[in-house]
């Protein structure tokens, strides 16, 4: 975290770094308050933590369960909530969750994980209906691929010739920011989606490898994907 930070000064940014943990609505109120009193105010607030657990419902004891729930779907809600005052106040903002686009056939042997997931994309669409008076934008954003993160490498979600760099995904965000609440909101946005529709035609300089083939993770191509890895870790029983 504080690495970032300093990253982001080095090139010429401000940066403020507050460990959080979001399962506690106390520190989620911290966290936007210490941005409020350093910059003045709160224009973005993007939900990108994240817990995973993949496993049948008779396996999934109900602390994994809340768990997953509480970093995902409670802690993107709790984190709108708190932010949604101050940007009222300065006519506008994004609220941006990184969750895919709703799709049922997705959750078996994967239940409490969708559960929390699809409950984030809820949240953008309903919430971008409740303030689109206010000039906020309320979306969703799902990567087309496997990206290269920390949950790829230590799930071992196939290998770097299967996966996009996170640029990708920044890029994306960089384009959401860039329109208004008129212009876009209420939507469950794939990453590649919106790039194309803004001008990109050539995704390789976005391969993680050369020649690389990222394994798509929506679509009929992801239905097939998220089977497999489904069946994988009933037999690993990995968890984050």
Known sequence: MHET??????????????????????EIDALVAATVEKWGGLDIYIHNAGALFWKDVEETPLSRFDLVMDVNARAAFAGAQAALPHMKARGGGHILVFSPPIEPALAAGKVAYFISK?????????????????NISVNALWPATLIESQATINHHLGTPALWRKPSILTDSVLVILSRTAKELTGRAIIDEDILRKNGV?????????????PLRIVGDAGRKMWSQVSGGTKKRGETS
């Open 5 to 26: 930070a300093a990253a982001i000064e080095a090139a010429g940014g401000e940066a403020l770094a507050v460990p959080t943990d979001v399962r506690k609505e106390a």
């Open 118 to 134: 699809f409950g984030m994309t809820l949240l953008a669409h309903g919430l971008a209906e409740e303030v689109r008076s206010d």
């Open 201 to 213: 035609s050539d995704f390789a300089h976005y391969s993680c490898v050369e020649g690389g083939t």
